[in-house]
């Protein structure tokens, strides 16, 4: 029986050497060489006007919720089919996550809904762009403004995707990364924040590093080391920095094997779409993905269950994704009951994920031949 995990990361030799380094160094713990070219390479090749890197999205999310100075019952609009780190940031500074539902094929927040959500405490709409794609980021700009709303992307899932001619993460006023063991690019644990609007630069700083201007009194623009703000434990290790630069000058590798990956499973199943035995995923004009991940959506929650199950007696790991916030035990307290998130329920309740990662290319044949026999079993 084979054994095809869902995920796999993907590491080069030069990621050992890199660390190696960082080990003879004796710099271990944060904001050295490779933290500093990690950044720089980000800023560079995304077009960000600053990368700040942090020991993971969550943490990049907590400091967006500070930088923005949120308060106890300011109104964040977001999706609920997400990962619980997007609503945590906010909810630990007392703020109220409003769920919106998604488009039913981005699988992002529908902008078409969000105006109807915001109130006089509105403060800030979080799109999340799912599996690389992006929601209608110029729609969703014109909100902000006519309402001056901020705007954090979470594109946790999104490093070097694009929407139009630009890339996710730079549109807008903040954004995150995620570097987890999971994504394209990897730290094993790490992520970014990008910072749009330079207004934010400093604060920044002094925020990631436990509220205390350290940076400014090494670079000697200050003569004491001192707490001046509110801040916490944010950097990430050289260690992990090492390793995710061995990843940053591979990410065109990376993302043009994910590509054929993505595109092989696709084209196999475009027969089962047409027979209506499943809904392949699909990318909307405006996006250029950097295929994160394959998804299609089956007829019901049972036979998705049944399928994933079925999967994995041939070893082969398949799964569904989130469970909606609003459906949650914790966030259940933030959900109004008239807001109206059919879809986002119905899609939870179809959608599988299958494995993609370079290095499955020995193993696709096979998934695909699994695939087409016990979806047309169920």
């Known amino acids: 029986m084979s054994n095809i995990p869902f995920n796999r990361p993907y590491i080069k030799e030069q990621a050992g050497q890199f660390i190696s380094q ?3 160094s004796g710099n271990l713990s944060d904001d050295g060489k490779f933290t500093k070219e990690c950044e720089i390479y980000i800023q560079k090749n995304l077009k960000s006007k600053n990368c700040l890197l942090t020991n993971s999205c969550t943490a990049a999310l907590e400091m967006s919720a500070i930088l923005l100075s949120l308060k106890p019952g300011d109104e964040i609009i977001m999706p ?3 990962f619980v780190s997007t609503a945590n940031a906010f909810v630990l500074r007392g703020c109220k996550p409003v769920f919106v539902d998604i488009d039913k094929e981005t699988l992002n927040l529908d902008v078409n809904k969000v105006e109807r959500l915001i109130t006089k405490n509105t403060r800030c709409i ?8 992006s929601c209608d980021m110029d729609d969703l700009l014109k909100i902000s403004k006519k309402y001056n709303l901020f705007i954090i992307e979470d594109g946790a899932q999104s490093i070097f995707s694009k929407y139009k001619d630009r890339y996710l993460g730079t549109i ?7 570097f987890h063991q999971t994504k394209n690019i990897t730290s094993g644990e790490g992520g970014a924040l990008l910072i749009n609007n330079t207004i934010y630069n400093r604060r920044a700083f002094l925020i990631r590093d436990k509220g205390t201007n350290r940076k400014e009194f090494i670079n000697r623009k200050v003569n004491k080391y001192t707490w001046v703000d509110i801040g916490s434990s944010y950097l990430p290790s050289e260690i992990n920095s090492a390793l995710l630069l061995s990843q940053l000058l591979s990410y065109e590798e990376i993302i043009d094997r994910r590509y054929k990956l993505w595109h092989k499973y696709n084209e196999s199943f475009k027969e089962l779409e047409i027979s209506g035995k499943l809904i392949r995923n699909k990318i909307p004009k405006f996006n250029k993905p950097n295929y994160h991940l394959y998804f299609f959506i089956l007829q019901n929650n049972f036979i998705r269950d049944k399928f ?9 790991s398949c799964a569904s994704h989130y469970e909606p916030l609003h459906m949650s035990s914790f966030g259940k307290k933030f959900h109004s009951k008239d807001s109206d998130l059919k879809i986002t329920e119905n899609i939870y309740n179809r959608l599988v994920r299958l494995p993609l990662w370079p290095g499955l290319e020995i193993h696709q044949n096979l998934i695909i031949e699994k695939v087409k026999e016990i979806i047309k079993s169920l």
């Not at 979080?126 to 794609?133: C, D, T």
């Not at 807008?172 to 995620?178: E, K, N």
């Open 308 to 316: 994933i199950s079925k999967m994995r007696e041939h070893g082969i």
């Open 22 to 24: 960082v080990l003879e």
């Open 126 to 133: 979080v799109p999340v762009h799912y599996g690389g794609n």
């Open 80 to 82: 609920s089919y997400t």
């Open 172 to 178: 807008g006023d903040l954004s995150t990364l995620s």
